[in-house]
Protein backbone atom coordinates (compact mmCIF):
# COMPACT_ATOMS: atom_id res chain seq x y z
CA UNK A 1 0.00 0.00 0.00
CA UNK A 2 2.94 2.45 -0.94
CA UNK A 3 0.43 4.60 -2.87
CA UNK A 4 -1.67 5.09 0.07
CA UNK A 5 -2.68 8.60 0.14
CA UNK A 6 -0.47 10.38 3.49
CA UNK A 7 -2.29 11.52 6.76
CA UNK A 8 -5.17 9.23 5.72
CA UNK A 9 -6.44 7.72 9.20
CA UNK A 10 -9.90 6.49 9.11
CA UNK A 11 -9.40 2.32 8.13
CA UNK A 12 -11.53 1.72 5.63
CA UNK A 13 -11.52 -1.97 5.34
CA UNK A 14 -14.78 -3.82 6.65
CA UNK A 15 -13.55 -5.27 9.76
CA UNK A 16 -17.34 -6.71 10.14
CA UNK A 17 -15.64 -10.55 9.18
CA UNK A 18 -12.87 -10.10 12.22
CA UNK A 19 -15.33 -8.93 14.57
CA UNK A 20 -17.80 -11.94 14.19
CA UNK A 21 -14.48 -13.90 14.72
CA UNK A 22 -13.65 -12.07 17.58
CA UNK A 23 -17.01 -12.48 18.86
CA UNK A 24 -17.34 -15.76 18.23
CA UNK A 25 -13.98 -16.71 20.60
CA UNK A 26 -14.98 -14.60 23.48
CA UNK A 27 -18.50 -15.54 23.66
CA UNK A 28 -17.09 -19.53 23.66
CA UNK A 29 -14.30 -18.44 25.96
CA UNK A 30 -16.64 -16.54 28.82
CA UNK A 31 -19.90 -17.69 27.90
CA UNK A 32 -22.41 -14.50 26.81
CA UNK A 33 -23.52 -13.61 29.86
CA UNK A 34 -19.87 -12.64 30.80
CA UNK A 35 -18.33 -10.86 28.14
CA UNK A 36 -18.55 -8.03 26.58
CA UNK A 37 -18.21 -5.71 23.61
CA UNK A 38 -15.00 -4.55 25.29
CA UNK A 39 -13.28 -8.11 25.07
CA UNK A 40 -14.23 -8.11 21.56
CA UNK A 41 -12.89 -4.89 20.87
CA UNK A 42 -9.26 -5.67 22.74
CA UNK A 43 -8.74 -8.88 20.33
CA UNK A 44 -9.79 -7.02 17.06
CA UNK A 45 -7.08 -4.09 18.08
CA UNK A 46 -9.42 -1.16 17.96
CA UNK A 47 -11.70 1.17 20.46
CA UNK A 48 -14.85 -0.28 21.78
CA UNK A 49 -16.84 3.14 19.90
CA UNK A 50 -15.05 1.64 16.73
CA UNK A 51 -17.65 -1.36 16.68
CA UNK A 52 -20.54 0.49 16.87
CA UNK A 53 -19.73 1.16 13.28
CA UNK A 54 -20.87 -2.18 12.25
CA UNK A 55 -23.15 -3.38 15.11
CA UNK A 56 -25.52 -1.88 17.50
CA UNK A 57 -25.11 -3.87 20.64
CA UNK A 58 -23.55 -7.46 21.91
CA UNK A 59 -27.28 -8.87 21.36
CA UNK A 60 -26.70 -8.11 17.50
CA UNK A 61 -23.41 -9.76 17.01
CA UNK A 62 -24.94 -12.88 18.87
CA UNK A 63 -27.62 -13.17 16.39
CA UNK A 64 -25.38 -12.63 13.44
CA UNK A 65 -23.37 -15.74 14.88
CA UNK A 66 -26.72 -17.65 15.21
CA UNK A 67 -28.21 -16.23 11.52
CA UNK A 68 -25.07 -16.86 9.69
CA UNK A 69 -25.01 -20.32 11.35
CA UNK A 70 -28.45 -20.96 10.00
CA UNK A 71 -27.77 -19.62 6.34
CA UNK A 72 -25.06 -22.20 6.17
CA UNK A 73 -27.49 -25.00 7.44
CA UNK A 74 -30.00 -23.92 4.82
CA UNK A 75 -27.44 -23.58 1.85
CA UNK A 76 -26.71 -27.53 2.98
CA UNK A 77 -30.34 -28.33 2.30
CA UNK A 78 -30.55 -27.06 -0.96
CA UNK A 79 -27.34 -28.96 -1.79
CA UNK A 80 -28.30 -32.18 -0.58
CA UNK A 81 -31.53 -31.83 -2.07
CA UNK A 82 -30.23 -31.19 -5.49
CA UNK A 83 -27.30 -33.89 -4.93
CA UNK A 84 -29.24 -37.04 -5.39
CA UNK A 85 -32.82 -38.52 -6.02
CA UNK A 86 -34.53 -40.18 -2.83
CA UNK A 87 -34.66 -39.34 0.22
CA UNK A 88 -32.90 -41.15 2.26
CA UNK A 89 -29.66 -40.33 0.25
CA UNK A 90 -30.64 -36.82 0.45
CA UNK A 91 -30.56 -37.91 4.18
CA UNK A 92 -27.56 -38.89 4.00
CA UNK A 93 -25.64 -36.21 1.81
CA UNK A 94 -27.45 -33.74 4.79
CA UNK A 95 -26.48 -35.18 8.00
CA UNK A 96 -22.67 -35.78 6.30
CA UNK A 97 -22.11 -32.27 5.27
CA UNK A 98 -23.86 -30.61 8.47
CA UNK A 99 -21.56 -33.02 10.76
CA UNK A 100 -18.79 -32.16 8.80
CA UNK A 101 -19.68 -27.78 9.41
CA UNK A 102 -20.56 -28.73 13.05
CA UNK A 103 -17.01 -30.50 13.49
CA UNK A 104 -15.26 -27.76 11.83
CA UNK A 105 -16.83 -25.13 13.42
CA UNK A 106 -17.48 -26.14 17.14
CA UNK A 107 -17.08 -22.96 18.86
CA UNK A 108 -19.66 -21.24 16.48
CA UNK A 109 -21.74 -24.43 16.84
CA UNK A 110 -21.53 -24.50 20.96
CA UNK A 111 -22.44 -20.73 21.00
CA UNK A 112 -25.54 -21.59 18.98
CA UNK A 113 -26.64 -24.28 20.96
CA UNK A 114 -25.80 -23.03 24.24
CA UNK A 115 -25.75 -18.95 24.21
CA UNK A 116 -28.81 -18.42 22.06
CA UNK A 117 -31.31 -18.69 24.69
CA UNK A 118 -29.86 -14.87 26.04
CA UNK A 119 -31.98 -13.52 22.38
CA UNK A 120 -34.55 -11.97 23.07
CA UNK A 121 -37.87 -10.84 21.06
CA UNK A 122 -37.98 -11.02 17.52
CA UNK A 123 -34.38 -12.19 17.43
CA UNK A 124 -35.00 -15.33 19.88
CA UNK A 125 -38.39 -16.13 17.48
CA UNK A 126 -36.27 -16.04 14.81
CA UNK A 127 -33.74 -18.63 16.30
CA UNK A 128 -36.34 -20.16 17.02
CA UNK A 129 -38.06 -20.72 14.25
CA UNK A 130 -34.73 -21.45 12.22
CA UNK A 131 -34.46 -24.70 14.53
CA UNK A 132 -38.00 -25.70 13.86
CA UNK A 133 -37.06 -25.45 10.04
CA UNK A 134 -34.24 -27.51 10.87
CA UNK A 135 -36.39 -30.57 12.24
CA UNK A 136 -38.77 -30.10 9.89
CA UNK A 137 -36.20 -30.91 6.90
CA UNK A 138 -34.83 -34.18 8.20
CA UNK A 139 -38.47 -34.91 9.62
CA UNK A 140 -39.93 -34.64 5.99
CA UNK A 141 -36.85 -36.57 4.55
CA UNK A 142 -37.63 -39.23 6.96
CA UNK A 143 -41.43 -39.08 5.88
CA UNK A 144 -40.35 -39.45 2.37
CA UNK A 145 -38.23 -42.08 2.37
CA UNK A 146 -40.65 -44.10 5.12
CA UNK A 147 -43.64 -43.80 2.37
CA UNK A 148 -41.11 -45.38 -0.54
CA UNK A 149 -40.68 -48.07 1.87
CA UNK A 150 -36.95 -47.25 2.34
CA UNK A 151 -37.06 -47.65 6.30
CA UNK A 152 -39.60 -49.23 8.83
CA UNK A 153 -42.72 -47.65 9.04
CA UNK A 154 -42.83 -48.35 13.24
CA UNK A 155 -40.01 -45.42 13.55
CA UNK A 156 -42.13 -41.91 14.21
CA UNK A 157 -40.53 -39.35 11.79
CA UNK A 158 -40.76 -36.80 14.25
CA UNK A 159 -39.26 -38.85 17.41
CA UNK A 160 -36.57 -40.02 14.80
CA UNK A 161 -35.70 -36.84 13.84
CA UNK A 162 -35.57 -34.98 17.50
CA UNK A 163 -33.14 -38.15 18.45
CA UNK A 164 -31.25 -37.97 14.74
CA UNK A 165 -30.48 -34.19 15.65
CA UNK A 166 -29.43 -35.03 19.51
CA UNK A 167 -26.43 -37.12 18.56
CA UNK A 168 -25.61 -34.44 16.08
CA UNK A 169 -25.93 -31.31 18.15
CA UNK A 170 -24.32 -32.78 21.34
CA UNK A 171 -21.03 -33.68 18.49
CA UNK A 172 -19.68 -30.42 19.40
CA UNK A 173 -19.75 -31.18 23.46
CA UNK A 174 -16.97 -34.17 22.78
CA UNK A 175 -15.44 -33.94 19.78
CA UNK A 176 -11.56 -33.02 20.09
CA UNK A 177 -9.99 -31.61 16.93
CA UNK A 178 -6.54 -33.12 17.98
CA UNK A 179 -7.57 -36.85 18.64
CA UNK A 180 -7.95 -40.06 16.58
CA UNK A 181 -10.49 -38.83 14.11
CA UNK A 182 -10.84 -36.46 11.48
CA UNK A 183 -14.25 -33.98 11.02
CA UNK A 184 -14.93 -36.53 7.56
CA UNK A 185 -14.54 -39.83 9.71
CA UNK A 186 -16.95 -38.65 12.72
CA UNK A 187 -18.92 -37.45 9.83
CA UNK A 188 -19.13 -41.06 8.23
CA UNK A 189 -19.79 -42.77 11.14
CA UNK A 190 -22.49 -40.43 12.37
CA UNK A 191 -24.25 -40.99 9.25
CA UNK A 192 -23.87 -44.40 8.65
CA UNK A 193 -25.05 -44.97 11.98
CA UNK A 194 -28.25 -43.08 11.73
CA UNK A 195 -28.99 -44.55 8.40
CA UNK A 196 -28.48 -47.74 9.86
CA UNK A 197 -30.75 -46.71 12.49
CA UNK A 198 -33.87 -46.18 10.12
CA UNK A 199 -33.45 -49.51 8.66
CA UNK A 200 -35.12 -52.82 9.43
CA UNK A 201 -34.56 -54.89 11.21
CA UNK A 202 -34.03 -53.66 14.84
CA UNK A 203 -31.64 -56.31 15.93
CA UNK A 204 -32.56 -57.89 18.89
CA UNK A 205 -36.24 -57.93 18.35
CA UNK A 206 -35.93 -60.29 15.71
CA UNK A 207 -32.74 -62.33 16.50
CA UNK A 208 -32.07 -61.85 20.62
CA UNK B 1 -49.29 -36.95 66.14
CA UNK B 2 -51.93 -35.96 68.70
CA UNK B 3 -49.85 -37.89 70.96
CA UNK B 4 -46.66 -35.17 70.34
CA UNK B 5 -45.21 -33.79 73.41
CA UNK B 6 -45.71 -30.10 73.58
CA UNK B 7 -43.66 -27.55 73.63
CA UNK B 8 -41.25 -29.38 71.12
CA UNK B 9 -39.99 -26.60 69.16
CA UNK B 10 -36.94 -28.25 67.08
CA UNK B 11 -38.48 -30.51 63.91
CA UNK B 12 -36.94 -33.60 64.00
CA UNK B 13 -37.80 -34.72 60.28
CA UNK B 14 -34.91 -35.28 57.87
CA UNK B 15 -35.42 -32.36 55.58
CA UNK B 16 -32.82 -33.54 53.28
CA UNK B 17 -35.04 -34.87 50.37
CA UNK B 18 -37.03 -32.15 50.54
CA UNK B 19 -33.83 -30.06 50.33
CA UNK B 20 -32.54 -31.79 47.75
CA UNK B 21 -36.15 -31.43 45.37
CA UNK B 22 -36.33 -27.66 46.01
CA UNK B 23 -32.16 -27.19 45.14
CA UNK B 24 -33.42 -29.26 41.90
CA UNK B 25 -36.48 -26.91 41.12
CA UNK B 26 -34.55 -23.55 42.24
CA UNK B 27 -31.38 -24.69 40.00
CA UNK B 28 -33.38 -25.50 36.84
CA UNK B 29 -35.78 -22.59 37.41
CA UNK B 30 -32.74 -19.49 37.77
CA UNK B 31 -29.60 -22.16 36.92
CA UNK B 32 -26.87 -22.67 39.39
CA UNK B 33 -24.99 -19.39 39.12
CA UNK B 34 -28.02 -17.08 39.66
CA UNK B 35 -29.66 -19.41 42.62
CA UNK B 36 -29.60 -18.24 45.91
CA UNK B 37 -29.52 -20.97 49.01
CA UNK B 38 -32.09 -18.45 50.59
CA UNK B 39 -34.42 -19.92 47.45
CA UNK B 40 -33.66 -23.00 48.93
CA UNK B 41 -34.94 -22.38 51.94
CA UNK B 42 -38.06 -20.47 50.95
CA UNK B 43 -39.42 -23.40 48.88
CA UNK B 44 -38.38 -25.23 52.13
CA UNK B 45 -39.95 -23.20 54.89
CA UNK B 46 -36.80 -22.28 57.09
CA UNK B 47 -34.82 -20.05 57.70
CA UNK B 48 -31.78 -20.35 55.88
CA UNK B 49 -29.37 -21.11 58.60
CA UNK B 50 -31.74 -24.32 58.93
CA UNK B 51 -30.02 -25.45 55.71
CA UNK B 52 -26.71 -25.66 57.59
CA UNK B 53 -27.80 -28.84 59.59
CA UNK B 54 -27.35 -30.49 56.14
CA UNK B 55 -25.29 -29.02 53.79
CA UNK B 56 -22.48 -26.92 53.57
CA UNK B 57 -22.68 -24.74 50.81
CA UNK B 58 -24.71 -24.42 47.83
CA UNK B 59 -22.07 -26.33 46.14
CA UNK B 60 -22.52 -29.02 47.89
CA UNK B 61 -26.32 -28.87 47.23
CA UNK B 62 -25.37 -29.77 43.04
CA UNK B 63 -22.81 -32.24 44.14
CA UNK B 64 -25.17 -34.19 45.81
CA UNK B 65 -27.87 -33.82 42.93
CA UNK B 66 -24.91 -35.49 40.95
CA UNK B 67 -23.87 -38.25 43.02
CA UNK B 68 -27.47 -39.15 43.50
CA UNK B 69 -28.06 -39.07 39.70
CA UNK B 70 -24.91 -41.03 39.27
CA UNK B 71 -25.73 -43.69 41.75
CA UNK B 72 -28.83 -44.71 39.88
CA UNK B 73 -26.77 -44.47 36.73
CA UNK B 74 -24.54 -47.23 38.59
CA UNK B 75 -27.48 -49.49 40.03
CA UNK B 76 -28.93 -49.30 36.07
CA UNK B 77 -25.86 -50.59 34.82
CA UNK B 78 -25.54 -53.84 37.69
CA UNK B 79 -29.07 -54.39 36.50
CA UNK B 80 -28.68 -54.38 32.95
CA UNK B 81 -25.57 -56.92 33.42
CA UNK B 82 -27.82 -58.97 35.50
CA UNK B 83 -30.92 -59.05 33.11
CA UNK B 84 -29.30 -60.74 30.25
CA UNK B 85 -26.63 -63.35 28.47
CA UNK B 86 -25.53 -61.45 25.63
CA UNK B 87 -23.83 -57.73 25.45
CA UNK B 88 -27.03 -56.63 23.05
CA UNK B 89 -29.04 -57.01 25.26
CA UNK B 90 -27.36 -55.90 28.25
CA UNK B 91 -26.83 -52.55 26.42
CA UNK B 92 -30.84 -51.96 25.38
CA UNK B 93 -31.26 -52.97 29.28
CA UNK B 94 -29.27 -49.93 30.17
CA UNK B 95 -30.15 -47.64 27.62
CA UNK B 96 -33.85 -48.22 27.95
CA UNK B 97 -33.81 -48.05 31.54
CA UNK B 98 -31.47 -45.18 31.46
CA UNK B 99 -33.81 -43.18 29.12
CA UNK B 100 -36.97 -43.31 31.14
CA UNK B 101 -34.70 -42.53 34.03
CA UNK B 102 -33.46 -39.48 32.23
CA UNK B 103 -37.39 -39.20 31.08
CA UNK B 104 -39.02 -39.30 34.47
CA UNK B 105 -36.26 -37.18 36.16
CA UNK B 106 -35.72 -34.20 33.04
CA UNK B 107 -34.88 -31.52 35.65
CA UNK B 108 -32.27 -33.34 37.36
CA UNK B 109 -30.76 -34.66 34.29
CA UNK B 110 -30.65 -31.00 32.84
CA UNK B 111 -28.60 -29.69 35.87
CA UNK B 112 -26.34 -32.79 36.13
CA UNK B 113 -25.59 -31.90 32.22
CA UNK B 114 -25.69 -28.23 32.51
CA UNK B 115 -24.85 -27.06 35.65
CA UNK B 116 -22.90 -29.81 36.95
CA UNK B 117 -19.79 -27.65 35.13
CA UNK B 118 -19.90 -25.20 38.01
CA UNK B 119 -17.85 -27.71 40.28
CA UNK B 120 -14.97 -27.39 41.49
CA UNK B 121 -11.79 -29.31 42.36
CA UNK B 122 -12.35 -33.03 44.25
CA UNK B 123 -16.14 -32.43 43.16
CA UNK B 124 -15.79 -31.56 39.53
CA UNK B 125 -13.19 -34.31 39.30
CA UNK B 126 -16.14 -36.83 40.12
CA UNK B 127 -18.76 -35.44 38.56
CA UNK B 128 -15.87 -36.24 35.17
CA UNK B 129 -15.08 -39.60 36.40
CA UNK B 130 -18.36 -40.50 36.61
CA UNK B 131 -18.99 -39.54 33.11
CA UNK B 132 -16.13 -41.31 31.84
CA UNK B 133 -17.49 -44.55 33.89
CA UNK B 134 -20.76 -44.26 32.06
CA UNK B 135 -19.40 -43.83 29.09
CA UNK B 136 -16.58 -46.83 29.38
CA UNK B 137 -19.70 -49.59 30.28
CA UNK B 138 -21.38 -48.61 26.92
CA UNK B 139 -18.22 -48.61 25.01
CA UNK B 140 -17.54 -51.69 27.19
CA UNK B 141 -20.60 -53.93 25.94
CA UNK B 142 -20.14 -52.26 22.01
CA UNK B 143 -16.80 -53.84 22.42
CA UNK B 144 -17.86 -57.43 23.74
CA UNK B 145 -20.82 -57.29 21.01
CA UNK B 146 -18.56 -56.36 18.26
CA UNK B 147 -16.14 -59.57 19.26
CA UNK B 148 -19.52 -61.89 19.21
CA UNK B 149 -20.33 -60.62 15.81
CA UNK B 150 -23.19 -59.07 16.79
CA UNK B 151 -22.80 -55.63 15.04
CA UNK B 152 -21.29 -54.31 12.06
CA UNK B 153 -17.10 -54.35 12.40
CA UNK B 154 -16.76 -50.86 10.78
CA UNK B 155 -18.09 -49.11 14.11
CA UNK B 156 -15.39 -47.90 16.44
CA UNK B 157 -16.60 -48.50 20.05
CA UNK B 158 -15.71 -45.29 21.03
CA UNK B 159 -17.27 -42.92 18.75
CA UNK B 160 -20.75 -44.94 18.53
CA UNK B 161 -20.62 -44.50 22.46
CA UNK B 162 -20.47 -40.93 22.20
CA UNK B 163 -23.32 -40.90 19.48
CA UNK B 164 -25.37 -43.02 21.41
CA UNK B 165 -24.36 -41.16 24.39
CA UNK B 166 -25.35 -37.83 22.51
CA UNK B 167 -28.76 -38.88 21.17
CA UNK B 168 -29.52 -40.06 25.13
CA UNK B 169 -28.06 -36.78 26.94
CA UNK B 170 -30.10 -34.69 24.54
CA UNK B 171 -33.41 -36.24 24.78
CA UNK B 172 -34.06 -33.94 28.37
CA UNK B 173 -33.75 -30.97 25.72
CA UNK B 174 -36.51 -31.45 23.72
CA UNK B 175 -38.85 -33.91 25.30
CA UNK B 176 -42.60 -32.70 26.65
CA UNK B 177 -44.16 -34.32 29.12
CA UNK B 178 -47.69 -33.30 28.04
CA UNK B 179 -46.33 -34.62 24.50
CA UNK B 180 -47.88 -37.38 22.41
CA UNK B 181 -45.24 -39.70 23.77
CA UNK B 182 -44.51 -41.56 27.66
CA UNK B 183 -41.26 -42.17 28.53
CA UNK B 184 -41.68 -45.47 28.03
CA UNK B 185 -42.29 -45.40 24.16
CA UNK B 186 -39.85 -42.58 24.03
CA UNK B 187 -37.55 -44.97 25.40
CA UNK B 188 -38.39 -47.52 22.89
CA UNK B 189 -37.94 -45.78 20.16
CA UNK B 190 -34.71 -44.66 20.99
CA UNK B 191 -33.68 -48.00 22.11
CA UNK B 192 -34.39 -50.19 18.61
CA UNK B 193 -32.82 -47.50 16.64
CA UNK B 194 -29.48 -47.28 18.38
CA UNK B 195 -29.28 -50.90 18.69
CA UNK B 196 -30.15 -50.91 15.05
CA UNK B 197 -27.33 -48.33 14.48
CA UNK B 198 -25.01 -50.85 15.42
CA UNK B 199 -26.30 -53.84 13.92
CA UNK B 200 -27.68 -53.52 10.68
CA UNK B 201 -26.57 -52.55 7.23
CA UNK B 202 -26.22 -49.10 6.02
CA UNK B 203 -28.46 -48.69 3.66
CA UNK B 204 -27.39 -46.57 1.04
CA UNK B 205 -24.34 -48.46 1.17
CA UNK B 206 -25.68 -51.55 -0.04
CA UNK B 207 -29.28 -50.38 -1.80
CA UNK B 208 -28.76 -46.80 -3.32
Redesign the interface.
Known amino acids: MATRPKGRTIDRRNREPEILAAAIEVFHKKGYAAASLRDVADIVGVLKGSLYHYISSKEELLARICVESHKQSSMIMQESLDSAD?P??QL?TFLHKTAIWYLTNIERVHIYFNEGKWLTGDRLEEVRTQGREFHAFIRSLIDRARSED???T???P???A??????????S??YRPDG??SPEE?AG??T??????????????VS?
Chains 1, 2 share one sequence.
Open positions: TLDRRIRDVDRVAQLIIGALNNITWLYIIYDMTLASLANPVPGLA
